[in-house]
């Protein structure tokens, strides 16, 4: 009798368990819609004293064996070596420095100038807990539409209380109503995007140009590197001893011109210069081992660089992740 008991028990047992899984059993979501969105485009580290917040304008599709210079099935090949086709995905890649009493943005993403996958340099400023109207000070790597376009936001200066500092070189070139009206049909925009979105600021009073290497708030220090435009610059970030050198367009496709800094790109104004001096940048970075951010690596584009060991190319190691506290 007591075996039945038993039996009849655990038989009891596994029913109400049973109902109990059943109640409790998950529901499907399998059907539920795919979300297609990344998470807000910031990434932060800290240099020294300085706070430096890489902000994600996006990317875009670039035809990149058409558009560098170098042989068609190399330029493919070394794109394959890197699981990537002859178009690429491009990141455009911007810069919030905070050094504690200023806060300086390198460059503005194109914002409606570059098509529509672009345009969310502003949005992840916000999101990385800052707002556009404290920002001091906006300064250029160079005019073309993916680096000045987000200076505007609609009819207004999406930074309205920003001074804004470019070379002169850049600015006497692209802001030239006889250089737009002499240029190609197809190179036009490049002079009507600078000038929609730079004028306003020099309406304002707020531009501000330099020549050459120069200072332009402490710890951030311009440097000339012209070539792929004629007033193209980079920007030098030093706190405590930390360095981090921005480098702006000085390069554009890492599976290519990291192993070969020689391919020059069709956006240069100078090719021959933009490759000596992207060249003489990959040596310093490597040779002194620093970190360098450029607008066309992959989000967030910051790393140090380092010579191969068959003295042939460098390789790109992005920055280790770390959390801040």
Same mark, same amino acid.
């Given at each position: 009798m007591n075996t039945i008991k038993r039996t009849l028990t655990s038989m009891a047992t596994a029913v109400a368990l049973g109902g109990m899984? *059943?109640?409790? !059993? +998950?529901?499907?979501? *399998?059907?539920? +819609?795919?979300?297609?969105?990344?998470?807000?485009?910031?990434?932060?580290?800290?240099?020294?004293?300085?706070?430096?917040?890489?902000?994600?304008?996006?990317? @875009?599709?670039?035809? @990149?064996?058409?558009?560098?210079?170098?042989?068609?099935?190399?330029t493919s090949a070394a794109l394959k070596k890197n699981f990537l086709g002859d178009e690429v995905d491009t990141s455009v890649n911007a810069y919030l420095i905070n050094t504690g009493t200023k806060l300086v943005l390198v460059d503005t993403g194109a914002a409606g100038l570059f098509g529509p996958t672009l345009g969310n340099v502003v949005s992840n400023l916000k999101a990385a807990g800052y707002k556009p109207e404290q920002v001091d000070a906006v300064v250029i790597t160079h005019m073309h539409p993916d680096h000045v376009g987000g200076l505007m936001n609609g009819d207004q200066r999406a930074f309205p209380n920003a001074t804004l500092h470019i070379d002169k070189n850049d600015t006497d070139h692209w802001l030239s109503k006889a250089n737009l009206d002499a240029a190609p049909a197809d190179g036009?925009?490049?002079?009507?995007?600078?000038?929609?979105?730079?004028?306003?600021? @020099? !309406?304002?009073?707020?531009? @501000?140009?330099f020549s050459g290497d120069t200072e332009l708030v402490p710890g951030i220090k311009a440097r000339a590197t012209y070539g792929h435009t004629p007033g193209h610059s980079i920007f030098e970030i030093e706190s405590k001893g930390q360095k981090m050198i921005l480098w702006g367009d000085l390069m554009h496709v890492a599976a290519v011109q990291f192993d070969d800094p020689t391919v020059t790109i069709a956006f240069d104004s100078d090719s021959k210069s933009a490759r000596a001096q992207r060249e003489k940048a990959f040596a310093e970075a490597a040779k002194n081992g620093y970190l360098v951010g450029a607008t066309h690596l992959s989000f967030p584009g910051v790393g140090r660089l380092v010579k191969k060991a068959d003295g042939k190319g460098y390789r790109f190691l992005p920055l280790n992740y770390m959390g801040l506290k």
């Open positions: 899984a *059943a109640t409790f !059993a +998950p529901a499907s979501f *399998a059907e539920a +819609p795919m979300v297609k969105t990344q998470a807000p485009g910031f990434h932060r580290i800290l240099l020294g004293d300085f706070e430096i917040t890489a902000l994600s304008d996006g990317t @875009v599709k670039l035809p @990149v064996t058409k558009l560098l210079h170098g042989k068609p099935e190399k036009k925009g490049f002079y009507q995007g600078a000038m929609v979105s730079v004028n306003p600021y @020099v !309406a304002a009073g707020k531009l @501000v140009t």
